[in-house]
């Protein structure tokens, strides 16, 4: 085997960090709710025209902010896709509503929006969707099926911050939305992520739950003379040292998502006709939707050729990786009443995807290696199965 030259993923600074953190550090506020955080808050809502923005320890706080913010019961059922990150069901796991899951487009890999009305009931609560690849979900009609079941929708906008859905942010659509700054993200701080807020009754109590349940931010604002505990809650702010890091990436941001967008590009015409010849179906980028270009990933004909693709790459040093293991086949997933079958599109998908070396200093050198190196595959060749 040989070593991997041309990793799946490498973090890359913009410039302005250590320079930001050095600040962060004199000004001795290192913990949350420092002046880097307030910054950054400001920054992102003023880039997406988001109300009131928190930032998070991670997407994953962020995701148990709202169903803390929803007054989640046992038993209240949340719909949502199986194809996403596992934090996106276990939020609502933990405040023992139960996820419901529910299959995916194929062509976006976005919740079926076609398929989310059949599964409503009288316990549901909310649909939470996921812009794959930074690719919006159907906005419009399941905006239309929330309002009809009064229900709220929560966007887990941790691949699409900077995407667009009709020319709207993504983000914006959702009572809330989270994001991720994650260090495999489009812009990260190692570890971090953010609430949006954009039901703006929800903005007070948020910033209680945030804060260990107490009223800390509106004693610090002069409002109450005390702070105490109020409410439930846990401790979601991100240290300042961190969003001093994250400041530096946030102004950089038009840079990083241009950096990202050539990339997708010069993937996306230098596969095209291997894809073509081999079967395989790039991605889908549907025309009222602008990406994020979190990622850039291939579906191969079937789960054989992915299974023999990674290991051509990897013989060429190259790192390509599968994604999302289908949540309602998982083991917790089974337990939670999931069957083999009941998302069938996930399910076929998830044995299929490839993804692509994708991170902001990915130079064309080795891009162009990576495109060779898969170019050079052929999905039919005499294998020998193994199965
Ligand atoms: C990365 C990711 C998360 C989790 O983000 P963290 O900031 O690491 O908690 C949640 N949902 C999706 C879809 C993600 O890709």
């Known amino acids: 085997m040989a070593a991997i030259s041309i990793p799946f993923n490498r973090p890359s600074l913009t ?62 059922e949340v719909i949502m896709p199986s194809f996403t990150f596992v934090s996106t069901a276990n939020a609502f796991a933990l405040r023992d509503a139960r996820p419901v899951f529910c299959d995916i487009r194929a062509d976006t890999l976005n919740i079926d929006e076609r398929i989310i009305e059949s599964l409503v ?34 966007e887990d906008n941790a691949h699409g911050l900077m995407g667009r859905y009709r020319g709207r942010p993504l983000g914006t659509f959702g009572r809330l939305a989270t994001q991720s700054f994650h260090e495999t993200k489009n812009i990260v701080c190692g570890e971090g992520g953010a609430l949006l807020i954009n039901d703006e009754r929800l903005s007070e109590r948020a910033e209680i739950l945030r804060e260990k349940g107490t009223n800390r931010s509106q004693f610090f604002r002069g409002e109450v003379d005390r702070y105490t505990w109020v409410d439930l809650g846990s401790s979601y702010a991100i240290s300042d040292i961190l969003a001093a890091f994250l400041l530096a990436q946030l102004e950089a941001a038009e840079g990083i998502q241009e950096k990202r967008r050539a990339l997708w590009k010069r993937y996306e015409e230098g596969l095209r006709q291997w894809a073509e010849e081999e079967d395989v179906v790039l991605p889908t980028v549907p025309a009222h939707c602008d990406s994020s270009h979190h990622m850039f990933h291939v579906l191969m004909p079937d789960a054989a050729a992915r299974g023999r693709a990674i290991a051509h790459l990897e013989e060429r040093g190259v790192l390509g990786v599968f994604h999302y293991v289908p949540l309602h086949t998982s083991p917790r997933g089974l337990a939670l009443g999931g069957s083999p079958g009941d998302c069938p599109v996930t399910e076929d998908v998830s044995e299929r995807l490839l993804r692509l070396p994708f991170y902001n200093d990915l130079d064309e050198v080795r891009q162009q290696t990576v495109i060779d190196a898969l170019a050079s595959f052929h999905c039919a060749s005499a294998a020998v199965s193994v199965d």
């Open 121 to 154: 009931t009288a316990r549901t609560r909310a649909i939470v969707v996921v812009h794959y690849a930074g690719v919006a979900s159907e906005m419009r009609e399941i905006l239309r099926i929330a309002d009809k079941h009064d229900l709220a929708v929560i």
């Open 15 to 76: 410039g302005k960090e250590l320079e930001y953190i050095a600040e962060a550090l004199r000004a001795g506020h290192a913990a949350g709710d420092g002046p880097f955080a307030a910054r950054c808050q400001a920054l992102l809502e003023e880039m997406l025209g988001v109300p009131k923005v928190l930032l998070t320890t991670s997407c994953t706080h962020a995701l148990e902010l709202c169903a803390l913010l929803l007054d989640l019961e046992p038993g209240d």
